[in-house]
């Protein structure tokens, strides 16, 4: 069992960046992968970024590409999702996944592959 709490969202305007952390607790030393989705309003879920925690490779949806960069602390429990250069249509609800499955084949952003959600934290980007 995994326990995931997000933080660090907030509003800001374009251009502006914030932080948003995932601190993980729990079988933490199971988990193989980190994910960040984010779901806006009247939309469907989508992957942002993702972090193989045992090698720190990291892996980003082409939207965020070069604004967005995702981290761990030496630990591995906690999962940060450093955002830049925020825009509007970065607005919405962001949410951390872990999956504690050696899954090969399936790609990061793959949502079934992830065992636990934390609860999100809101995200809004004012132009």
């Known amino acids: 069992q995994v326990q995931l709490v997000e933080s660090g969202g907030g509003s800001v305007q374009a251009g502006g960046s914030l932080r948003l952390s995932c601190v993980a607790s729990?079988?933490?030393?199971?988990?193989?992968?980190m994910g960040w989705f984010r779901q806006a309003p009247g939309k469907e879920r989508e992957g942002v970024g993702g972090i193989y925690t045992g090698v720190g490779r990291t892996y980003y949806a082409d939207s965020v590409k070069g604004r967005f960069t995702i981290s761990q602390d030496n630990a591995k429990t906690t999962v940060y999702l450093q955002m830049n250069s925020l825009k509007p249509e970065d607005t919405a609800m962001y949410y951390c996944?872990?999956?504690?499955?050696?899954?090969?084949?399936?790609?990061?952003?793959?949502?079934?592959?992830?065992?636990?959600w934390g609860q999100g934290t809101q995200v809004t980007v004012s132009s």
């Open positions: 729990g079988s933490t030393v199971s988990v193989e992968l």
């Open positions: 996944a872990a999956d504690l499955t050696r899954t090969f084949g399936v790609n990061w952003y793959s949502q079934w592959r992830y065992q636990y």
